[in-house]
């Protein structure tokens, strides 16, 4: 039988090795979309930065990998901080994004020496000047805007809607709130703008409506700025989506607004981008067990040992995946199923109606593109430990992140509930 082989190693190789469930990242492949994006995200008429949002997957492992390409690196959070701070990445390719950062989290900012913060509202503004003014240490600021459009795979909005969690409207009173206090700082530098539309997106007219917006409010300063243009650069989960190679989507993104500055004559200083899930998803799988199977009157079950915990996608906004018998490649697919997990929630279905052969308990089911949003989103619910993650390349694996054991599990718990007080 024909069996999956990932950059050299056989699926088979891989579970004896490190069990199941596992996530398997091929680096070729991170390093081949690495590339595509550092050869071909520059211009002559400004200069260019990437920062991988890392929320995608946050690793040590994969932070190491990014730096290695010169990238910067996104994080939301003091637990991403941290971690990002304890990678390769140095301390002022770190940007600090997020719309409720705490005082603790931008005190650890200050203190790890962080330069870059994308400022969300006026209150987070207003805190960041009065901590600049304490440690005296300058903070250059990116303020991220609500342009009022949402894209979403085939689909863009254009919307009045203000009333995003996110983003501050462009002109409004808090924009004019946040221009007082820069104003008044001697330590904060307004160095552009920050705008993100929405994830999965296939539609460049989406991207090309954010340019517009965005150059059009860059042009009432009187320095060049930088234009930050957020992550979302779709990618192919199932056959329905078929997103642009990485370098044709830069390549017209660019070329939009380059075509754009010499139209509208506004020059800016630098464009940065974040793209996260396109550096990260295709080059990701999950191998699982299958279990059980169970006939019920319409439907015929392959259960996993994994599911909701090691990918919360599918039960949290349906997410669609593909998937094969890793060790029967190229068995006949006869059987129609669905691919559940063996969390206690009947949602927890990783795929709906699929074509797959006749198995046995014990084969591997290879789920496809989970290298985004899978391990970064896991959870431990039931108590199932975080299933290890590897990177494989050459024919060798190294692991990247360790299985949890069941004593993980426990690390943190009280035994007799701790003492009354
Ligand atoms: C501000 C910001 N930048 C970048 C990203 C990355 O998006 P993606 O993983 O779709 O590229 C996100 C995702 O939510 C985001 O909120």
Not at 56 to 65: E, P, S
Not at 159 to 166: L, Q, Y
Request: glycine share 8%; net charge negative.
């Amino acid at each position: 039988m024909k069996e999956l082989v990932i950059e050299g190693m056989t699926a088979g190789e891989l579970v004896a090795q490190y069990g199941t469930p596992l996530y398997v990242y091929d680096q070729a492949k991170l390093e081949n979309n690495l590339e595509a994006y550092t050869q071909n995200f520059k211009s002559d008429l400004f200069q260019t930065k990437i920062l991988y949002a890392s929320k995608a997957f946050q690793t040590i492992g994969m932070l190491d990998l990014i730096a290695n390409y010169g990238l910067g690196v996104d994080v939301v959070s003091g637990g991403e901080l941290y971690t990002a701070l304890q990678s390769d990445v140095p301390v002022e390719k770190i940007h600090f994004h997020g719309n409720n950062k705490t005082t603790e989290e931008l005190r650890m900012a200050f203190e790890s020496g962080i330069v870059h913060i994308v400022a969300d509202n006026v209150m987070e503004l207003e805190e960041i000047a009065e901590l600049a003014e304490e440690y005296q240490r300058a903070v250059t600021i990116q303020i991220r805007l609500n342009v009022g459009i949402e894209a979403h795979t085939h689909e863009y909005i254009v919307t009045t809607h203000i009333d995003s969690k996110f983003g501050i409207a462009f002109g409004s009173e808090d924009y004019q709130a946040c221009l007082a206090i820069f104003e008044k700082s001697d330590y904060l530098h307004l160095e552009g703008f920050h705008v993100h539309i929405g994830s999965q997106i296939f539609e460049m007219d989406a991207w090309y409506a954010a340019i517009d917006k965005m150059l059009g409010y860059l042009a009432t300063f009187d320095y060049p700025m930088t234009l930050n243009l957020g992550g979302g650069f779709g990618v192919r989960y199932t056959d329905e989506d078929q997103p642009m190679p990485i370098k044709e989507n830069m390549e017209q993104i660019l070329s939009y607004l380059e075509g754009k500055l010499q139209e509208t004559g506004v020059t800016i200083n630098e464009v940065v981008i974040e793209p996260g899930r396109s550096l990260v998803a295709e080059a990701g799988i999950t191998l699982y067990e299958i279990g059980y199977q169970k006939q019920t009157p319409n439907k015929h079950y392959y259960f996993v040992d994994g599911g909701m915990g090691d990918n919360i996608r599918p039960s949290l906004y349906q997410a669609k995946y593909a998937c094969d018998v890793a060790n029967k490649l190229d068995a006949e697919k006869t059987e129609l199923v669905t691919v559940a997990g063996k969390y206690c929630e009947s949602g927890d279905v990783l795929i709906h109606d699929v074509h797959l052969p006749p198995v046995e308990k014990g084969d591997v089911l290879v789920v496809y593109s989970t290298g985004a949003y899978g391990y970064s989103m896991s959870s431990n619910y039931n108590r199932n430990p975080t299933p290890a993650v590897v990177f494989v390349k050459d024919g060798k694996a190294r692991e990247i992140v360790k299985r949890q054991t069941l004593a993980d599990l426990i690390r943190n718990d009280v035994k007799n509930g701790g003492e009354w007080k």
